[in-house]
C-alpha cells in the first residue's frame, strides 16, 4: 500500500512500481485502521506500508469489505 501524502495520486501514478498498474484502488486509511488493521512502514520507501493483520481470513475479508474507490491509471504503459 501506498500513502498518498505530500503528493497528488496523480503524481505517484507516473512512478514505478505503480505505473505497472492499469488500475488502482484507494483507501483510507481511516477505514483500514477503523477495520482493525494495521499500517507497518516497510523502510524501503516512506510511502510504501504493509496492510498487517493476525488473521488471514477475517484479515482478508476485512480488507475488501473496505470502502474503496478503483480508478484508472492513465499512465499505465505510458
Known sequence: MFAVRDAAIDELAQQAPLVRFDRLSLLTVRDVLAAGMRLEPTGRNPRHFTVGFDDLASGGQRLVSC?????PNAYHDA
Not at 67 to 71: F, I, L, Q, S, T
Open 67 to 71: 470502502a474503496h474507490r478503483v480508478v
